[in-house]
């Protein structure tokens, strides 16, 4: 059993990347498995080292160690060789729609706008991909997923019809995550997936890539998220309780203390490390609904009732 924290690098970590870490970690050790590190920085127009260096060392003073850590930038040459056998295939095509061009049409189930596939048949330019000034997308076939993860959660979709064809080449010529994450999951024999919720709506498409690919599907586990009080409604806690701060009020198992008391893992948030909780950890008591976080001059507070 091979799993991966996969975090972006587009901002510090924070209470969400960290309790997301350590529930991979926790279930790899559980299950005497193997876990490691990917981080993900393809984009360059959001990505910087420092927040790369601050994750590997943002993980280890929580007290997760990894098995391997893999750093995405450095699989171009894999990343290509899957976009090569995918316009082999004759399934790749230019693409120059935009945002707006979708907008009023068909909702997708991750709330943006469905790509209805408009340019499918578009050929590429004589040099190829690579040659390409338009963002790349991938024919899917129109294939029905019918998934329900190891969570209970029910993922069936017809990716090419409820989301559309997927990016895989940006216009700006980054790699998009869709196909990074399937190649990469691939390459290190992942065998079993667990994130959080909201990157759910990506699976069924996630599927379909590593069927065309010829990859294997590997199991799927999809976790509650951290929200962060916003103006009127809930949003994913992003960069507001940034590590540097919390590093300046807790230690490492002050604050594992805090993310185990979160998930239910333990009665109280008193200091603890990974390493005591691996014994008792099973998914049975992680809550399924997502849980509200405040930063203020008690620190971090985590509601242990679901939003
Ligand atoms: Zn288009």
Not at 139 to 163: F, K, M, N, V, Y
Not at 223 to 241: N, Q, R, T
Request: hydrophobic share 45%; charged share 25%.
């Amino acid at each position: 059993m091979i799993s991966r924290f996969a975090p972006s690098t587009t901002g510090e970590a924070h209470p969400g990347t960290l309790l997301a870490a350590l529930l991979v970690w926790l279930d790899a050790r559980a299950r005497q498995g193997r876990a490691l590190l990917r981080l993900e920085d393809l984009d360059v127009t959001r990505v910087r080292a420092a927040w790369s260096a601050q994750m590997v060392e943002a993980c280890a003073w929580l007290g997760l160690d990894w098995d391997d850590v893999v750093v995405q930038s450095d699989r171009r040459a894999a990343h290509e060789a899957a976009l090569d056998a995918l316009a082999a295939a004759g399934r790749l095509y230019p693409c120059r729609c935009s945002r707006a061009d979708r907008a009023g049409g068909r909702r997708a189930p991750d709330g943006s706008w469905a790509y209805p596939n408009t340019c499918r048949g578009r050929a590429l330019p004589p040099g190829g991909w690579r040659a390409a000034s338009d963002a790349i997308r991938v024919q899917l076939d129109d294939d029905h997923i019918a998934l329900i993860d190891d969570g209970g959660r029910d993922l069936s979709q017809t990716p090419a019809l409820e989301l559309g064809d997927p990016i895989v080449r940006r216009r700006d010529g980054v790699i998009a995550y869709q196909l990074a994450v399937v190649v990469d999951d691939h390459d290190a024999a992942i065998t079993d997936v667990i994130r959080g919720h909201d990157i759910a709506p990506s699976t069924a498409t996630q599927i379909m890539l590593q069927r065309l690919l010829a990859m294997a599907t590997p199991r799927y586990r999809h976790h509650f998220l951290l929200l962060e009080p916003g103006a009127g409604k809930l949003a994913k806690l992003h960069g507001s309780i940034p590590f540097s701060q919390l590093r300046a009020r807790y230690d490492g198992p002050a604050l594992c203390g805090v993310l185990a008391h979160a998930a239910d893992l333990v009665d109280a948030a008193t200091p603890c490390t990974p390493r005591d909780l691996v014994a008792a950890f099973d998914w049975r008591r992680v809550p399924r609904g997502d849980r509200v976080a405040r930063w203020d001059a008690h620190g971090l507070t985590i509601d242990t009732a679901s939003a």
